[in-house]
C-alpha cells in the first residue's frame, strides 16, 4: 500500500498536469495530423496565437459571458430606441381639447357641432324673456333660457344675437341693445 505522503504527491501530479493541459494553447494540444488537415499550419504565428487566445476565452467561458452582455446591452439600445419613438409619437400627436374647450359646444340644425360664437338675428319681435322664453334666430336655431328670471324691453324688431360658449358646458346670448345676457341652451326642431 502507499504511503499517505506517496499518494499526496500522485493527486499533485495529476492535478498539475490537469493545469498545464488546461493552459496549453489549442494549437499544442492537438495532434499534428489534424493540426495539419485543419490547415492551420497555413496561418501566420499572429494568427496562431488570436486563434489560440480565441479558444481560451471560450473554454475559459469569456465568450459567453461577451455574448450575454453584448445581447442584454443590445435590448437595452432597443427598449431606449422604442421608448424614444413613443415619446417622438407622442409629441407629433394632436393635443386633445380640454375639458373647458369640450363644454364650450354650440349646436346648429341638422345636429351638426361647431365650437365658437354664433351670430345672428331673432326672428320677429323681441319684448323680453322669462323663465319659459323660447327665442327662434333667423337662422333656423331655437334657444330657450336656461337660467329663469325676466327681463322686460320696449319691442325691437328683429335685434342681432350673438351666442357664444359659457363656462362648463353652458351658453350665453347677448342680445342687441339689451344690458344683460341671459343664459339659455339649445332646444331641438
Known amino acids: 500500500m502507499m504511503n ?3 499518494a499526496l504527491g500522485l493527486v499533485g501530479l495529476i492535478c498539475g498536469l490537469a493545469v498545464a493541459w488546461a493552459e496549453e494553447p489549442f494549437s499544442k494540444a492537438i495532434r ?33 459571458t461577451a455574448r450575454a452582455e453584448a445581447e442584454t446591452q443590445a435590448a437595452r439600445q432597443a427598449a431606449a430606441r422604442e421608448k424614444e419613438l413613443a415619446r417622438a409619437q407622442e409629441k407629433t400627436r394632436p393635443a386633445s381639447p380640454g375639458f373647458f374647450a369640450k363644454a364650450k359646444v354650440r349646436l346648429t340644425p341638422g345636429t351638426e357641432v361647431e365650437y365658437g360664437e354664433i351670430e345672428s338675428r331673432i326672428a320677429g319681435t323681441f319684448t323680453g324673456w322669462s323663465g319659459s322664453t323660447i327665442f327662434t334666430l333667423e337662422n333656423g336655431q331655437r334657444w330657450k333660457v336656461a337660467n329663469g328670471g325676466e ?3 320696449t319691442a ?3 335685434p342681432g ?5 359659457a363656462g362648463l358646458g353652458g351658453f350665453w346670448m347677448q342680445i342687441e341693445g ?4 341671459v343664459r339659455v341652451k339649445p332646444v331641438g326642431k
Open 4 to 6: 499517505h505522503r506517496a
Open 32 to 64: 499534428p495530423e489534424d493540426f495539419a488537415a485543419a490547415e492551420l499550419d497555413k496561418l501566420s504565428p499572429e494568427a496562431l496565437a488570436r486563434l489560440d487566445g480565441l479558444v481560451q476565452a471560450y473554454k475559459s467561458g469569456a465568450v459567453a
Open 151 to 153: 327681463y322686460y324691453s
Open 156 to 158: 325691437v324688431k328683429n
Open 161 to 165: 344675437v350673438k351666442v357664444y360658449p
Open 178 to 181: 339689451v344690458g344683460p345676457r
